[in-house]
C-alpha cells in the first residue's frame, strides 16, 4: 500500500470509530427523514474493541488447533489421521455460519459464546491446510541434514520445519483472520457486541447511514488488518533469510 | 580407526547391502564407487545410524555405534550431502556453527571455529558470515556444507556424491580444496561416488560396490593395476587405465640423473601432465628440479615403462 494511504485510513477509521458525530455531514444524506444519522446506542469504540477482541481470540485458537492438528498429521505416526482431519475440518467450513450460531445459541446460550464457536471453526480450514502445505514442503535434502548432524525430532520441528513453514503458516493465519472480521458481524444477530449490531439496526430501520457507518468501519479494519499482516509476513520471510 | 563389520541391509528380502566388511584407518580418504543403486548411500547412512543395519555393526575406536543414542552418535559424525542441504533460514556462521552448538560449546569458540573453516575454504569470514545460503554460489554452498560437517571436528566424516551437483571445473577445485583440507586436519573422511575419476583423484584407499556387496578395497594403483574383476576393470576404465595409472605416480619415482632441453618440471608433478608435456613440445625428456643442483630428467620411455600393464 502506499506510504501516504496506509496513515491515511487508519486516521479516517479512529476519527470513525472515537468520533462518530463529526461525520454526521456525511451520513445525513442517507438518513430518514428526521431519524438519527449516527448510531449511538452503544458507542463505536467499545463494539470495534469488543469485535477486535472476538476476532483475536477466535483466530489465536483457531491457530492453535489448526497448527497442532497440521504437526500432528505431517509426524509419521499421524499420517494415519490426514484424512479424517481434513474432512472434519472440511465440515467447519461448509456449515453456513448463520447455522452454527443458531446451532451453537441452544448449547451456549446468546452473546459472544456462540460467535466465537463459529468464528474459530470457520478459521480451522485456511490455517490447517496451509499449515500441512508450509510442512510439507520443506525441502526434504534439508530435513535429511539435520537429521544426519543430529537434531533430535523435537529439534527438527521446532528449529527447521516451522521456521520454514512460517510464511505459510501466517499466509492462512491472515485468510482467517479476514475471514472472522467479516463473519463476526453476523454474532449481533445472537447479540454479541460487534459492529454488526449498527448494520442490523439499520437494517431494521431501515436506516442506510447506519448500515453504511459499520461496513465502512469494518471494511477499513479488514484492509487495515490485512495490510498489517502482510507486512509482518514480509519482515519475518526476511528476518528468516527466505 | 572405523571398523565396518558384515553390514546388510535388505530391502523387499532384497539385500541392498550385503554382509560389506572394511576398515578405515584414522586420518585417510576412503572412497566408496559403485554404479548408481550398488548400495552406497545406504551403506553410509547406515553408518551414522539413518538407517538401521539388518545385521552387523560399526566401531569407531573400538566402540561400538549402537552404544550410543542416535542424535548423540550423528554428533560426532560429519555428514554432507549432494545439494549441500543448508539451513535456508540461518546463517552461514549458524550453519556451519550447528553442531558445535548443539555440543553446547561457548560462544566465543563457536565463533573462532566458524571464521578458522571459512577461512580455510578460501572464504572471507567478515564477508560470508552474516550471509544466508541462498545469496552464495553453488560451489560456496557446497563449500559451508562441508565446513558444517567438519564444524566439531568429528571422529569421522561421511560424504555422499558430495559435489554431485557442480560442474567440472568447480568441482576439480573443491576436490583439491577436500584433499588439502583433509591433510591439514587430519580427518577421517568416508566418501560416496559413481565417478572413478574422483575416486582416483581423492582416495587413498577405494573401496568399489557392486550389487551390494564390497568386489575390491585397495589403493588406487593396486585397483588400476589388477581390477578383482570384470566390473572393476570396466569401472577404471579400459582405455584410460594407463593414464590413471601414471597420474597417481609422481615424477620423483622414476627421475634419473642426465640432462634434457627445456625448462625443468617440479619432481611432485604427476607423470600424466610430464607425458603430456613430452607429447606437447615433441621431447624424449623433461629436466626436473633438485634441491643440490644436479642435473636430472624423466624420460618417455621411463613413463612409457610406468603406463604399461601386466602382460
Ligand atoms: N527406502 C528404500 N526402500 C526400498 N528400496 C530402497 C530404499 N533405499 C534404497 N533402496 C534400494 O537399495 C538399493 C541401493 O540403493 P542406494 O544405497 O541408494 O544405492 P546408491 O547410493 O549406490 O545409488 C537400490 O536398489 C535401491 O532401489
Ligand atoms: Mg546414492
Redesign the interface.
Known amino acids: 500500500m502506499r506510504t501516504y494511504l496506509r496513515p491515511a485510513l487508519a486516521v479516517l477509521l479512529l476519527a470513525l470509530v472515537v468520533w462518530p458525530e463529526r461525520f454526521s455531514w456525511l451520513f445525513a444524506p442517507f438518513a430518514p427523514q428526521g431519524g438519527p444519522v449516527i448510531y449511538s446506542r452503544t458507542s463505536l469504540l467499545s463494539l470495534s474493541l469488543n469485535h477486535l477482541a472476538l476476532v483475536l481470540i477466535a483466530t489465536l485458537a483457531a491457530t492453535l488447533v489448526a497448527v497442532g492438528m497440521a504437526i500432528l498429521v505431517t509426524r509419521p505416526f499421524g499420517a494415519a489421521f490426514r484424512p479424517l482431519s481434513r474432512t472434519v475440518t472440511n465440515i467447519g467450513q461448509t456449515f453456513p455460519p448463520v447455522a452454527v450460531l443458531a446451532l451453537a445459541v441452544p448449547a451456549l446460550g446468546f452473546g459472544e459464546g456462540p460467535t466465537l464457536v463459529a468464528l474459530f471453526l470457520y478459521g480451522l480450514l485456511p490455517i490447517f491446510e496451509n499449515a500441512i502445505a508450509g510442512l510439507s514442503t520443506v525441502s526434504p535434502t534439508v530435513l535429511d541434514a539435520a537429521r544426519g548432524i543430529g537434531l533430535t525430532r523435537l529439534q527438527r520441528l521446532i528449529r527447521i520445519e516451522l521456521p520454514l513453514a512460517l510464511p505459510v503458516i501466517l499466509n492462512g493465519i491472515r485468510l482467517s483472520a479476514i475471514i472472522a472480521l467479516g463473519t463476526a458481524t453476523i454474532g449481533s444477530t445472537v447479540a454479541a457486541k460487534t459492529l454488526g449490531e449498527v448494520i442490523i439496526a439499520g437494517l431494521l430501520t431501515n436506516n442506510t447511514a447506519f448500515v453504511l457507518q459499520g461496513g465502512l468501519i469494518v471494511g477499513l479494519f479488514a484492509v487495515l488488518l490485512y495490510d498489517l499482516m502482510v507486512q509482518l509476513e514480509q519482515r519475518i520471510s526476511a528476518r528468516l533469510g527466505l | 580407526m572405523i571398523e565396518i563389520d558384515g553390514l546388510s541391509k535388505f530391502y523387499d528380502n532384497k539385500a541392498a547391502v550385503d554382509a560389506v566388511s572394511m576398515t578405515v584407518e584414522t586420518g585417510t580418504i576412503t572412497v566408496i564407487v559403485g554404479t548408481s543403486g550398488s548400495g552406497k548411500t545406504t551403506l553410509l547412512r547406515m553408518i551414522?545410524r539413518?538407517e538401521t543395519a539388518d545385521a552387523g555393526e560399526v566401531r569407531i575406536h573400538g566402540e561400538a555405534t549402537d552404544s550410543l543414542a542416535p542424535?548423540?552418535?550423528?554428533?560426532r559424525i560429519g555428514?554432507a550431502?549432494?545439494?549441500?542441504?543448508?539451513?535456508?533460514?540461518?546463517?552461514i556462521a549458524r550453519n556451519i556453527g550447528?553442531?558445535p552448538a548443539?555440543l553446547g560449546w561457548p560462544e566465543d569458540q563457536i565463533r573462532a571455529r566458524v571464521d578458522e573453516l571459512l577461512s580455510l575454504f578460501s572464504m572471507e569470514p567478515a564477508q560470508f558470515r552474516d550471509r544466508?545460503?541462498?545469496e552464495l554460489s553453488g560451489g560456496q554452498q557446497q563449500r559451508v556444507?562441508v565446513a558444517?560437517?567438519l564444524a566439531s571436528r568429528p571422529d569421522l566424516l561421511l560424504m555422499d556424491e558430495p559435489f554431485g551437483a557442480l560442474d567440472p571445473i568447480i568441482r576439480a577445485r573443491a576436490q583439491d580444496d577436500l584433499r588439502r583440507i583433509q591433510r591439514a586436519l587430519g580427518s577421517t573422511i568416508l566418501l560416496v561416488t559413481h565417478d572413478m575419476e574422483e575416486a582416483i583423484r581423492l582416495g587413498d584407499r577405494i573401496a568399489v560396490m557392486d550389487g551390494g556387496r564390497l568386489v575390491q578395497h585397495g589403493s588406487p594403483t593396486g585397483i588400476i593395476r589388477n581390477p578383482a574383476t570384470g566390473f572393476v576393470a570396466e569401472m577404471v576404465g579400459g582405455v584410460e587405465r594407463p593414464l590413471r595409472l601414471l597420474s597417481l605416480l609422481p615424477v620423483a619415482d622414476i627421475v634419473e640423473p642426465g640432462t634434457a632441453p627445456g625448462e625443468a618440471i617440479a619432481p611432485t608433478t604427476n607423470l600424466r601432465d610430464a607425458l603430456a608435456l613430452c607429447l606437447w613440445s615433441g621431447r624424449d625428456a623433461l629436466p626436473v628440479q633438485t634441491d643440490d643442483g644436479r642435473a636430472a630428467r624423466v624420460t618417455l620411455k621411463a613413463i612409457r615403462a610406468q603406463a604399461q600393464g601386466p602382460g
Open positions: 551414522n539413518l542424535h548423540l552418535l550423528r554428533r555428514y550431502i549432494q545439494g549441500h542441504g543448508l539451513f535456508p533460514h540461518y546463517t550447528a553442531v548443539l544466508y545460503p541462498a556444507g558444517r560437517a
